[in-house]
């Protein structure tokens, strides 16, 4: 069995602040886990994911993301918020080919 | 990188009509295809997943003589909500995994938006 649980519904960051977006994930077998992105009215887009290796993972728009296997979390970080980092942002963890989607963040950016 | 292309983006139909929404990988062979659903401000829901050839593998708690879904070739999944109702409308959305990779890999299309009237 796997899940993801993402912390907050909703984020509220001011232009140019560091975003931090929670993640934490149960699985019986050694994760794979993704960050994506989600536009109003679109579908997914894959921002970073961790499969083996390096633990800290850097992806698209200046985004990166820590494995901490003890603490079982995946959080999303980017130093400088900028405004069309908007958007709605899934975590997910596979270990069975199937992708398990959490609840999504709405970051809201302060201009 | 490899896109999947999901037509249509909108549909309205009546109330007891049936809606086809296609989901196409553009420049790549998909051997197995996922269906998702969303319902607003909430996360994605698997519905099924498609493999080429086959029938399809339905989540629990899915209707599969509701929600028909064809995988008629490695390019195409389909799927069909019959009968629609008001509470069919909601976001659809699709992936795709490429023939020479695994779901590591897997592609979104852009999703559907379904409104039964």
């Known amino acids: 069995a796997q899940s993801v649980t993402q912390l907050g519904s909703h984020v509220s960051v001011s232009e140019g602040a560091l975003v931090l977006l929670r993640c934490n994930y149960s699985s019986s077998v050694p994760p794979y886990l993704f960050w994506y992105v989600q536009y109003p009215n679109q579908g997914l887009q894959l921002l970073l994911k961790?499969?083996?290796?390096?633990?800290l993972v850097k992806g698209i728009n200046g985004f990166e993301a820590e494995f901490k296997k003890s603490e079982t979390s995946f959080h999303l970080t980017k130093p400088s918020a900028h405004m069309s980092d908007a958007a709605e942002y899934f975590c997910a963890v596979s270990g069975n080919e199937k992708l398990t989607f959490g609840t999504g963040t709405r970051l809201t950016i302060i201009p | 990188g490899a896109v999947v292309s999901q037509h249509p983006s909108r549909v309205i139909c009546k109330s007891g009509t049936s809606v086809k929404i296609e989901c196409r990988s553009l420049?790549?062979?998909?051997?197995?295809m996922f269906w998702y659903r969303q319902f607003p401000k909430q996360s994605l829901m698997l519905m099924a997943t498609s493999n080429e050839g086959s029938k399809a593998t339905y989540e629990q708690g899915v209707e599969k003589d509701k929600f028909l879904i064809n995988h008629a070739s490695l390019t195409l999944s389909t799927l069909t909500v019959t009968s629609a109702h008001p509470e069919d409308s909601s976001f659809y959305i699709c992936?795709?995994?490429?023939?020479?990779?695994?779901?590591?890999?897997?592609?979104f299309g852009q999703g559907t938006r379904l409104t039964v009237v």
């Open positions: 992936s795709a995994i490429p023939a020479t990779g695994s779901y590591l890999g897997a592609f």
């Open positions: 420049d790549f062979q998909a051997t197995t």
């Open positions: 961790y499969t083996t290796g390096a633990t």
